[in-house]
């Protein structure tokens, strides 16, 4: 698991997008101590699919759809 910080360094991405993301449902984080945000190390797959979607112009809906089946 790894904190919002370097999970957002990592993946490319700044932690309020990692926030968006899990408030529209696409990633999970667990909580560690403190309420702050852990995220794993698989997860990073699931943020290159998510920036690739919304590159080629799916939506979140079109996105979430994808990643649920």
Same mark, same amino acid.
């Given at each position: 698991? !790894?904190?919002?910080?370097?999970? %957002?360094?990592?993946? #490319? @991405?700044?932690?309020? %997008?990692?926030?968006?993301?899990?408030?529209? #449902?696409?990633?999970v984080s667990a909580r560690g101590n403190g309420g702050?945000?852990?995220?794993?190390?698989?997860?990073?797959?699931?943020?290159?699919?998510?920036?690739?979607?919304? %590159? @080629?112009?799916?939506? !979140?809906?079109?996105?979430?759809?994808? !990643?649920?089946?």
């Open positions: 698991m !790894l904190p919002i910080a370097e999970f %957002a360094r990592r993946a #490319g @991405v700044k932690a309020s %997008a990692l926030r968006f993301y899990e408030d529209a #449902g696409l990633i702050r945000r852990h995220y794993p190390k698989a997860a990073l797959r699931r943020i290159a699919f998510i920036r690739a979607a919304q %590159a @080629v112009g799916l939506s !979140l809906d079109e996105i979430r759809t994808a !990643l649920a089946s």
